[in-house]
């Protein structure tokens, strides 16, 4: 059984269902430690995790919690930030929604009426100009990423088309991404937000992303010529 400290956790990203990465029970953060000097990776470990607690002691995933639970005699908890559920579920919607509150508070400027810096996507900026530049360059971004339909062989942006074809056709709907598909609407809630988060971080760092990225391909790649 492997149990995780907190720091390591946060830095685990959130896959499509309700479990966080490593639910296989390998707990392994191979990427996330290796990739510390990228900025995308640093950007998307700060979004809201979802983490299991039994007691005081934290588990790599809801099965092992569930086992510590029962080795323990205690509830498992899900904790979301501040906020502690006994529901998977509740605390899977709470994941939901902070992580849309976080990604729309990173996107949106704030002026502090006292210093007169401008705060936006991680930045604070005493030009206002340069504010707005850095702004717009993040919604341009956000605005990019967009949900999708599949429904059997079918493919549409149209909510209502989606719904019309899943009636006819008797087929469910997935929705799709960024590549990932997925059956729950509120799981594709939290892939947009999360999708709208990742093209922002690399919208305002593209250079120092892509350097870092290609740091860790050329290692990978050293290391199977050895292999």
Known sequence: MKVLSLSLLSALLVTG???IAGDDGQCDAKCATECKACPVTEGMAKLPQLVYKVGDELACCENSAKSMAQSAGKPVNYVVG???FECSTKAFSSLVEQTEKYVSTYATPK???VS???SVAGSE?????AAGEVAAKVKKAMDAVAI????????CSCPAEAKSLAESSKAKTLYVVDGQETECEMTARLNVARAKYKAAL????????TSASTSVEK???AKAKVN
């Open 219 to 221: 290692s990978d790649t």
């Open 148 to 155: 999708s339909y599949k429904v059997g062989d079918k493919t």
């Open 125 to 129: 900026l005493t030009c206002s100009v």
């Open 82 to 84: 501040k906020e502690s």
């Open 17 to 19: 269902g309700f479990m």
């Open 111 to 113: 002026t502090c009426d």
């Open 116 to 118: 007169g810096k401008t």
């Open 202 to 209: 690399m919208a305002t760092a593209p250079a120092a992303a």
